[in-house]
């Protein structure tokens, strides 16, 4: 799990106030507020979303694992591939407005992302077309016509990285 300190305050606050709000008391501010609910579902969401960002991740690794061995195994490329593919296509629906950093959650997710909607969209495009084309470079059993479909994955991968995510490696 991965939340800054203060999200996990907030966090805590909300399931306290859930949970005296569940045992009946009716102690004033025992009842979560609006705002409270709001950040408690953001920071799920990217909890959710950074999850399956390392599924991908994890996919793709197992996927390069197997392209290194001198016999790959084409069963685990396909179903990383699958993953792959799978999580790809569920990315759009973790990135509600207001869960990039300026929520104070510990995330990577930068404003650009709501500030060009159009080119973010683009590059998921990009990233879904990339890895249904690796689930089919996976049922070929040819490790070239894998490899080039893990590079042209691994380009997408990229180009949305460059664009709307956090370089924290400088």
Same mark, same amino acid.
């Given at each position: 799990?991965?939340?800054n300190r203060t999200a996990n305050t907030i966090l805590g606050a909300i399931v306290l106030s859930a949970g005296l709000t569940a045992c009946g008391t009716s102690e004033e501010g025992a009842?979560? =507020? *609006?705002?409270?609910?709001?950040v408690a579902e953001e920071m799920t969401v990217?909890?959710?979303r950074q999850a399956n960002f390392e599924g991908i991740g994890d996919a793709f690794m197992a996927i390069r694992g197997q392209l290194e061995e001198a016999s790959p195994d084409f069963g685990v490329i396909a179903a990383s591939a699958q993953t792959i593919d799978t999580n790809a296509n569920k990315i759009s629906g973790y990135f509600p407005e207001g =869960? *990039?950093?300026d929520s104070g959650a510990d995330t990577e997710a930068l404003a650009?992302?709501?500030e060009q909607p159009e080119e973010f969209a683009a590059a998921i495009d990009r990233?879904?077309?990339?890895s249904a084309g690796l689930v089919e470079a996976a049922a070929s059993e040819d490790v070239e016509v894998v490899g080039a479909a893990v590079m042209n994955l691994g380009?997408?991968?990229m180009n949305?990285?460059?664009?709307?995510r956090l370089d924290d490696e400088s």
């Open positions: 799990m991965r939340m009842e979560a =507020t *609006g705002e409270e609910v709001a990217i909890e959710e =869960t *990039g950093m650009t992302i709501w990233l879904t077309g990339a380009g997408a991968c949305c990285h460059e664009t709307f």
